[in-house]
Structure formats: structure tokens, C-alpha cells
């Protein structure tokens, strides 16, 4: 089956007065229709920006696209000019932002917001719109949904907002949906909800989900397969089950033995990582994650790894010792 | 997996970029700019040929006068007519405008300074403790403090009234106590009574003596001033009160306050730096207060209660460093401001005396020949007063930038 | 679990409430209750963590016990002290031994002041030190968080939220407090760095003997530092007890919600919970349901919690919950 979304080596660049910071390094994956793909890593490591990157949302300058091809439904996005990019956001490809607090205008009413959206994109009549604005707030299980269609964004709760939002980006039946940490704003009920209401989403309407989160824990109740990304290159990515059993990238190993869990034994202590992610202004030769691993070897010091399939798994890491480090971890 | 402390790498492995301070990083932005540059040489140009020309080029404006120069052109070089250069012309009295364009310049900066100086003052104490004690709950002192200030201006009308110097002290007094017995029958009307009584009767009985008629009338008094102090006064009172006295500033329109406050205490380069003065206190105020107000929710200004610091010490070490940006920035334009409004004063003939070298003087003096063709004696200190303006505003225009790097696009 | 069972600090009854308007002459409006009647104990070296969502109370909490803000009603009494019958100056000597740690390692940090006077400022307040020793103090706790104590005289700017967090947490322990409230004190960090300034508290915690107020609203990594635990509600603690306890046998219908809701970081977990999604949003402080606070959204809720506010009660040795369905 041919993938709906490929990425192929994007890079992008943000040209700052301290220097060249190296924002994202060569991403390359593919998504299929209708796959759920969480994209995890912590702040900085460049999840949120090759997103944004994808759609053309880079503020330029600082920021540029310095390599890659973005490829959509067999167009390459990164080729479109603004006028045909405006087209494909919103329609293909739809943005749901961490902050609903500020991504709703408060001047406008809700309603007026989703049917613009539609109006946009599809052609139809303002009563028709605002008719369509009506069921999807009903979709996205807002109470009451007609009636407040007139609310002003100040009236809902974050959740709700967070509601709207999503109803906002399905309106136009995007093929894709980005949802940039779209619930870290969120409390964990309210989490809860979204995630729940989502997964339905996805089930009735099958559109394919880019879930970026720094969340180990969301991921594992909502992907298929997950994308590890760290100081902006992927370091490991596969089936979400054997990402989290069968890790392999001394990173992502360290990354969930930092998390407390409901189900261990009080008094362990947590695994923690040593040290900070790289400045990305100085990004070493060898591989990023080198100055904070235990199982360094020379070579990781100056060159960087590939990201390597292992045999059948649907599973590639980026780490010349995932052999061995699988070796000692079994041990 | 060999586990190596947390500690050890953070002890080698941080911090790769250079060692700046705040202040430093905003230095480097503010002379990478080339409007900031522009605004910063123009500005030091001026600061420095008004205050060596004043002590290295003395100027004697009374002894100037020759009429046999009376508004020649600009020239060069020594003709038939003139023998001497003035390359900038002379004025009405054959002056020597350039000499007089750069003595004015010390006028116009120390009228600047001054004024700035007063309204910064002024304007940044209300502005702190109005912004600090919206906030912040008073300690013992404080609220004395505050309440024997309150009394002390609520008595000095019966004080007035009475002509007894002594009652501005008893309402003071009256204050303390209202604001040592704070929980003296608290929250009830009783206590409103009480202190109506006793203000009463400390106002009204020493008035007694002064007439009959007077006793009654500062009785009234010290009963409204009892009553006042019996409430709980506390820090948004003393804001609330310090903000709507300069609205009340604010509702003037600016010169026409300026000239008034000259033409009450008479004209003069002194009392004109007071006047623009006193009119830029609001300024500094509310902007102090604003500033103050985005700081003090800072968890830093909460640790450092946590710790246990006075207030003194936290206004001075958290609060003021902290607010300095827009207060450096508006007092940089604050200047070019001054200068703007001493001229319009002295265009007025309100501000310098004559023949006291000053620019917006040598306008008003001399716009009555620009028909006659003495387009120089206009043009200079014109030029003068545009461009000190613009080289504060542009050096503002970089501060701005430079110290906040937030606003830059 | 070495709990000794002498109480440190005791809350009786704590109340905090916003006034919404407070005009020159007008009343006040409706008060926020941000908290509404808390009452509670923290034993000597022991870790109480108090969960909750946004808007709960829980930071007012913290706030509020410590006198940071003045309570509306209620008592702190520390070590034997009751805050609310010593003077200023007095409590300000207090402070020394009760210490807090902040959530955002960017607004708690002074950013025009060096890391060495913002560790050393406690020390200058309360101590009558040299320079040389106020500086020997400040490197030697520098060090003890883990961050190197050369950089004294570097500004917060130069360091990355989780060194921040330490340097926060080196100026909460300058005094040798006994009593630290950590709010939020990871909240804002990265995953890896979480770990690393959580593995130091315990650290510290052991080393000095430290007690701990955790308040967090990420369960399970309270469950990971605490002795013992509360649950916050909309001003209220709904339920309190051992973390074993709370985990395994949760009474109130809010935290078993609260609970199931945590996201597992185990797809084969995840796939089998079975959870309660609670319906609605969080009621807001200002104009709370009458009756229990949580009857909006309790899946289980009856006529009675619609009508009465439920007490707060001591249902089983040391497991406080405040719902009539528990009794």
C-alpha cells in the first residue's frame, strides 16, 4: 500500500544571533491512512518543529527548510507556494495546538470560527456551514452543541475548548491530523475525555492521527507506532509494543525508566538520565545522545548512526550498540 | 546499565555558551542596531558640546549685543561686509547664532535632566509603593506610617482652618492610634462612632479657643477625619487614593498645566524645569506601577517572602532591578520630551529669561523676521530642537529593543 | 517506611478565600474559595504528597500554611508554633525552618541577581555570616545539589530549567529548614530531568531529614515520593491516607477517577484498564454545587450528595475520606 504521508531527510535550520541552530536533522518516515503515529520526545528535540515544518508554519526568517521532500498524496508539499499551501491546510492536513486558551480567537463565537473554516475550504452556503458547525460540535460531544454555537471562547472550560478545536480541524475531513500536545494543557481527567473522544474520532472517521506529545504514558493508550525523536533526529521508531518491550535505543530505555509507575514497587528508585540534551547551536559529530550514555564507545563520539531496520520487526534504532546493549539488558 | 550519578555530569557538562550578564547582552544588541547608534552619537554630540562649550567656551549672553551684525546671513569666510564668521548667521541683536544654538543646548539639557529627574522621582516612589502595596499586605510600621500620613493631610485643612500649626500633630496622632487599635471593635459601626467622637473632639476643642464658629466648623472636620481613619485603611486604599491623584494630573492637558504651574510661580528656567517636571509625574507613576504589578507575582518575589526578606529588601533587590528596562526606556524619551516642552515654554517667552541663550527663546524671537528673509535665525535652533529630539527618541527606539527582546520582530 | 509519628506540622481547619471584587465602597462579591476548610498533619521526616487538578487549592495550600498569604480562617502550627499567635518579625524568624520550593524555575529565580546571591539571600536575612563564609556556604550547597559551584556569580539565564530547579531547591535548604514545600517542583521539566531532581529531593530528604509537603498533580509520580497522600477537590481534601492504602483501596469515588485517568506507559496495561472517564469540567471555586463539591461529576452520586455536605471522617485507621457513601 502506498503511504499516505512520506517524509524524506527534512532538515530545518533556524539562523538565530548566537548561531545556527540545527532544529531538525534529516527526519525521514511514512505514515499510512488511517495509522495513529505518536511522535515523543522531550522539549527541544524538534517533534513540534518538523510538524510545523511539514505545513510551512516555520517563521522565516529565523527559520528555513534547508532539505527534504514532504510528500502527500503524491505531491511534494515543501514544493507548493503559499497560496497552494493555504489550500492543503485545513483540508488535508489539519494543526490541533497545544494551548486552546490561545489558538480560539476570543473576539469571535465559536461557531463563526468553525463554519469560517468550512467556508474556506468547501463550498457552501453560510446556513449550511453554520448547520455543519452545529454537528460537529455534537461530534466532538459538546453538550447542548446547537446552543452554543454562540458562545464566545471564554464561555467553555480548557476541555471544551480543546473540543472545539478538534472540531475545528475535522471539519473539512483532513486525511491528516496533527495534534501538537494537544492535551498537556489539560488535567488528567480532562485528558482523559480527549483521548477517549479521539480514539472514537479516529474509529468513525478513520483519518490518520500524528500524535506529538512528551507523554510516554498517552502514546501508549492511543498509538500504533511511535516515532522517538531526540535533539532532532528520530533514534528509534516502530510497532508501539515493541517499543516499549523490546527497547532498543539507550535513550528511549532511559526515558521510561524515568517514569514512576502506578504498578512498581515503592522505594525504587528512578532511573534517571544524566546530564542536559545537546545545545542544538553545537550539536556533536557522533551521535546526540553520546554525552549522556552509559554504553558510549568511541566510535558513537564521531559518527553519527543511521537508523537501521532490525530484520522483521517493523523496528529500526539508531545506535552502532542496540546489539550489544540488548545483550547486557537481557543478562 | 552502568549508572553514572545525575551529579557528576552535571558537574562538567553545562553551560557551553559565554558568560553574559543581562546588561551586557542588551549592550551588544544595542549598538548592533544602526538606528541606536545614530540615536546614541547624536545624543552624545549634544551632551558633550552643551557641557564643554559651557565650561571650556564661556558665554556671557548679557555682554553679547552688535547691532552693526544685526541678522547676517551665514558665511564661510570673512567678506566685505561682515569680518568675522558665523557660519550659522547672527539674530536681531547680531548675535552669533551658532554660539548661542550650542550654549542653548546646556540650557535644554539641564532643563531636561531636571525636570526628568523630578518626574522620575516622584513619579517611580508613587508608582512602587502603589504597585507594592496593592499587593503586598502592610506590616505594623507601614500601616502607622500610613495612617499617621493620612491624618496629617486630612488636618491640615482644620489646621488651615484654625491657623494652629499643633492640629496637623493631634490628627497625625489620632492616625496612629486608628492604626494601632486596628482590631478595636472591628468591622463595626461603633467604631466609626468612636472615632468620629474623638476626632471631634480633638479637632473641635483646641479650635474652641480660635471662635465659636471655627471650633464647630473643625469639629465637622475632625469628625469626617475620625470617621475616615476609623476604616481599615490598607495598601489598595493608599494605591487607589495615589492613582486617582494623578488622573486628576493626567486629566490637564500638558502644557496648559506646565503654563499654568509657570504662571503661578512666576517664569524662569528653574521654575519652567519644575513645571515640566511636576506635569511627567503620572507618567513615571502608572508606568512604575505597571511595571511593578507584572514583577511582583513573580515566584521570585514569593521565595523571597518565603525566606523571609522585608519589604525594603525586596523592592530594592527584587523589584527594582527588575523594572528598570521601561524605566530606562521612557526617561531616555522622557528627555527628548523636556526639551520639547521647554522649548514650547520659552517659544511662549515663559521659560528662559533674556537674553539667556535658549532655543525655543531664539525662535519665538526671531520667527517675526523669517518674512523679511532671516530664514537662518529661525532654521538653526529649529534644527537644534529636531535633532536632540530625534537622537533621544531613536536611542529609546534601541533601548527598547535592546532590553526587551521580546518586542523584536 | 520510617514514619515516626510525631507530628511536625499541623493545619487545622485552614481556610483561603479570594475576594472576586473588592471596590472602594463596594461589598464583596462572591469569594473564591480557593481553600475550604483543610485540615491535616505531617509527621517529622516523612513526605505527605497532595494531589489534584488545576484550580484545586493545593498550591493556596502550600501558600497559605506557611502564612504567604494570610489565611481567611485557621491555624498552622509548626513544631509546636501556632503561626497565627506570633508577631511579624517572629515569623519571619519562623521562616528559616519552613521552606518552599517553587514551580517554575523560570519566574522563581531572580533574573537580575547571580546564582550566588540568590542562594546566599536566606543566609543574609537570617544569619550574621562573613562574606567569605556566606560564600563557602552558598559553593558548599551548590555542590550538594549537584550543580558546580564555580558558577557562582553566572545568571539564571545561563542555566537549564532542571539546574534551575536546583538552584531553587539549594536556596530552600540554605537555612537547614526542617519542613520543605515542594510545589509542583517538576512539573515544568522534561521527562529525564524529572527523575533526576525527584532522585535528588529523596536524596536530600535522607541526608538532612528533611520533611516533605509534595504537591503535584502528576499521581504517579506523588506516589512515587510519598509516605502518604492527599486528594484535593475544589478546596477541599476528599481523601487522605497511607499511599499503599490510597492505591489500593481508594474509597471516594474522585480518586479511584482520578486514578484510573493517569495514562500507563505499558500498552498491554493500557489495552486492559478498565476506566471511568469522568463526564464534565471541574465545577469553578467561585460558585461551587451545593452538597458534596465532586456531586457534578461522581458517577455514583445520590439524592443525599445533591443536598449535604459530606463530613470529613476518620473511616478506617488512618484513611480519611469526606463522601456519605463511605461511612
Known amino acids: 500500500m502506498k503511504p499516505l504521508l512520506e517524509i524524506k531527510n527534512l532538515e530545518t535550520r533556524f539562523y538565530t544571533q548566537d548561531g545556527e541552530v540545527k532544529a531538525v536533522n534529516g527526519v525521514s518516515y511514512s505514515m499510512k491512512s488511517g495509522e495513529i503515529l505518536g511522535v515523543v520526545g522531550e522539549s527541544g528535540c524538534g517533534k513540534s518543529v518538523h510538524a510545523l515544518s511539514m505545513m510551512q508554519l516555520i517563521p522565516d526568517p529565523p527559520g528555513k527548510i534547508t532539505n527534504g521532500e514532504v510528500w502527500l498524496d503524491g505531491q511534494d508539499l515543501l514544493k507548493l507556494n503559499e497560496e497552494q499551501m493555504q489550500k492543503v491546510r485545513g483540508r488535508d492536513i489539519a494543526m490541533i495546538f497545544q494551548d486552546p486558551m490561545t489558538s480560539l480567537n476570543p473576539v469571535f463565537t465559536i461557531g463563526f470560527q468553525i463554519s469560517e473554516a468550512l467556508l474556506l475550504h468547501n463550498d457552501m452556503s453560510k446556513k449550511e456551514a453554520k448547520d455543519r458547525a452545529g454537528e460537529l460540535l455534537e461530534l466532538v460531544g459538546i453538550p447542548g452543541a446547537e446552543t452554543r454555537l454562540d458562545d464566545y471562547p471564554h464561555q467553555f472550560s480548557g476541555g471544551m475548548r480543546q473540543r472545539a478545536m478538534i472540531a475545528m480541524g475535522l471539519s473539512c475531513e483532513p486525511k491528516l491530523l496533527i495534534a501538537d500536545e494537544p492535551t498537556t494543557a489539560l488535567d488528567v481527567t480532562i485528558q482523559a475525555q480527549i483521548i477517549d473522544l479521539v480514539k472514537k474520532l479516529q474509529d468513525e472517521l478513520g483519518m490518520a492521527i500524528m500524535w506529538i506529545t512528551h507523554d510516554l504514558g498517552v502514546v501508549a493508550e492511543l498509538a500504533q507506532n511511535i516515532n522517538v525523536m531526540y535533539a532532532g533526529s528520530i533514534i528509534e521508531t516502530g510497532k508501539i509494543r515493541s517499543i516499549y518491550k523490546e527497547t532498543k535505543h539507550p535513550y528511549t530505555i532511559g526515558l521510561l525508566g524515568s517514569l514512576p509507575r502506578l504498578d512498581d514497587s515503592p522505594g525504587t528508585e528512578l532511573m534517571s538520565i544524566p546530564g542536559l540534551p545537546p545545545d542544538l547551536l553545537a550539536l556533536p559529530n557522533g551521535c546526540p545522545f553520546a554525552a549522556r550514555c552509559g554504553y558510549k564507545i568511541e566510535q558513537c563520539l564521531t559518527e553519527k548512526p543511521p537508523l537501521v531496520e532490525i530484520d522483521g520487526k517493523d523496528h529500526a534504532v539508531a545506535c552502532w550498540r542496540w546489539e550489544d546493549i540488548a545483550g547486557i539488558k537481557s543478562k | ?409 | 517506611m520510617n514514619v515516626k509519628n510525631k507530628t511536625l506540622v499541623e493545619v487545622r481547619n485552614l481556610k483561603k478565600y479570594f475576594p472576586v471584587s473588592s471596590g472602594f465602597f463596594l461589598g464583596k462579591a462572591n469569594d473564591v474559595k480557593a481553600v475550604d476548610d483543610v485540615s491535616f498533619e505531617i509527621y517529622e521526616k516523612e513526605t505527605l504528597g497532595l494531589v489534584g487538578e488545576t484550580g484545586c487549592g493545593k498550591t493556596t495550600v502550600g501558600r497559605t500554611m506557611l502564612h504567604l498569604y494570610e489565611p481567611t480562617a485557621g491555624d498552622t502550627i509548626f513544631d509546636g508554633v501556632n503561626l497565627n499567635e506570633i508577631g511579624e518579625r517572629e515569623l519571619r524568624r519562623t521562616r528559616s525552618k519552613m521552606q518552599m520550593i517553587f514551580q517554575d524555575p523560570y519566574a522563581s529565580l531572580n533574573p537580575r541577581m547571580t546564582v550566588g546571591s540568590i542562594v546566599g539571600a536566606p543566609l543574609e536575612v537570617h544569619t550574621k555570616k562573613s562574606r567569605k563564609e556566606k560564600r563557602d556556604r552558598v559553593q558548599e550547597l551548590l555542590d550538594m545539589v549537584g550543580l558546580n559551584p564555580d558558577f557562582v556569580n553566572r545568571y539564571p539565564h545561563e542555566f537549564s530549567g532542571g539546574q534551575r530547579q536546583r538552584i531553587g531547591i539549594a536556596r530552600a535548604l540554605a537555612l537547614n529548614p526542617k519542613f520543605v514545600v515542594c510545589d509542583e517542583p517538576i512539573s515544568s521539566l522534561d521527562v529525564s530531568i524529572q527523575a533526576q531532581v525527584v532522585n535528588l529531593l529523596e536524596d536530600l530528604q535522607k541526608q538532612l531529614g528533611l520533611t516533605y509537603l509534595f504537591i503535584a498533580h502528576d499521581l504517579s509520580m506523588v506516589r512515587h515520593i510519598s509516605d502518604r497522600m492527599a486528594v484535593m477537590y475544589l478546596g477541599k481534601i476528599v481523601e487522605l491516607a497511607d499511599r499503599d492504602e490510597i492505591f489500593l483501596n481508594s474509597l471516594h469515588p474522585y480518586t479511584q477517577a482520578l486514578m484510573s485517568a493517569v495514562p500507563v506507559p505499558d500498552p498491554d496495561l493500557a489495552e486492559n484498564k478498565d476506566r471511568t472517564i469522568l463526564i464534565g469540567d471541574i465545577p469553578s471555586p467561585a460558585d461551587p454545587p451545593v452538597g458534596c463539591n465532586f456531586n457534578t461529576r461522581c458517577p455514583v452520586a445520590q439524592e443525599i450528595c445533591f443536598k449535604e455536605e459530606p463530613e470529613y471522617l476518620e473511616v478506617k485507621e488512618k484513611h480519611w475520606v469526606a463522601c456519605h457513601l463511605v461511612k
Open chain 2, 1 to 409: 546499565m552502568a549508572k553514572i550519578s545525575p551529579e557528576e555530569i552535571i558537574v562538567t557538562d553545562f553551560a557551553v555558551r559565554e558568560h553574559r550578564s543581562l546588561w551586557g547582552d542588551a549592550w551588544g544588541r544595542l549598538i548592533s542596531s544602526n538606528t541606536a547608534r545614530l540615536g546614541m552619537f547624536i545624543v552624545i554630540l549634544f551632551v558633550s558640546s552643551a557641557t564643554f562649550s559651557h565650561y571650556f567656551w564661556k558665554y556671557e549672553p548679557k555682554k553679547d549685543l552688535d547691532y552693526s551684525l544685526k541678522l547676517k546671513a551665514p558665511n564661510l569666510s570673512p567678506n566685505e561686509e561682515v569680518d568675522s564668521i558665523h557660519i550659522f548667521g547672527t539674530d536681531k541683536l547680531g548675535r552669533d547664532i551658532f554660539r548661542r544654538v550650542v550654549h542653548g543646548g546646556w540650557n535644554s539639557l539641564r532643563v531636561g535632566i531636571v525636570a526628568v529627574s523630578i518626574s522620575l522621582f516622584f513619579g517611580g516612589l508613587i508608582g512602587l509603593v502603589s504597585g507594592f502595596f496593592e499587593t503586598v499586605t502592610m506590616t505594623m510600621v507601614e500601616r502607622l506610617v500610613l495612617f499617621s500620613i493620612t491624618g496629617l493631610l486630612l488636618g491640615a485643612l482644620s489646621a488651615w482652618v484654625a491657623n494652629q500649626i499643633f492640629q496637623l500633630f493631634l490628627y497625625a496622632g489620632m492616625g496612629i492610634a486608628a492604626g494601632y487599635y486596628q482590631d478595636f471593635l472591628k468591622g463595626k459601626t461603633l467604631r466609626s462612632i468612636v472615632f468620629g467622637v474623638i476626632g471631634f473632639l480633638v479637632s473641635g476643642i483646641p479650635a474652641f479657643f480660635a471662635g465659636i464658629t471655627v471650633g464647630l466648623v473643625c469639629g465637622i472636620l475632625g469628625l469626617l477625619s475620625g470617621v475616615i481613619l476609623s476604616r481599615p485603611l490598607d495598601g489598595k486604599f493608599l494605591s487607589n487614593s495615589l492613582m486617582r491623584l494623578m488622573d486628576m494630573i493626567l486629566s490637564f492637558p500638558g502644557y496648559l498645566l506646565a503654563i499654568a504651574i509657570v504662571a503661578f510661580l512666576g517664569p524662569g528656567l528653574g521654575k519652567g524645569m519644575i513645571a515640566i517636571g511636576v506635569v511627567g509625574i503620572p507618567v513615571y507613576a502608572r508606568l512604575t506601577r505597571s511595571a511593578v504589578l507584572s514583577v511582583i507575582h513573580k515566584e521570585y518575589i514569593l521565595a523571597a517572602q518565603s525566606v523571609g526578606e522585608a519589604h525594603g529588601r525586596i523592592i530594592f533587590r527584587h523589584i527594582t532591578p527588575n523594572i528598570l528596562s521601561p524605566i530606562i526606556v521612557q526617561t531616555t524619551m522622557g528627555l527628548a520630551n523636556a526639551i520639547l516642552s521647554a522649548a514650547a515654554l520659552g517659544f511662549l517667552g515663559l521659560g528662559a529669561i533674556p537674553p539667556e541663550p535658549e532655543w525655543g527663546a531664539m525662535l519665538g524671537d526671531s520667527y517675526r523676521y523669517l518674512a523679511s528673509g532671516a530664514w537662518w535665525a529661525v532654521l538653526f535652533p529649529g534644527l537644534a530642537i529636531m535633532l536632540s529630539v530625534l537622537g533621544f527618541n531613536l536611542l529609546g527606539d534601541g533601548l527598547r529593543d535592546a532590553l526587551d527582546p521580546k518586542l523584536r520582530t
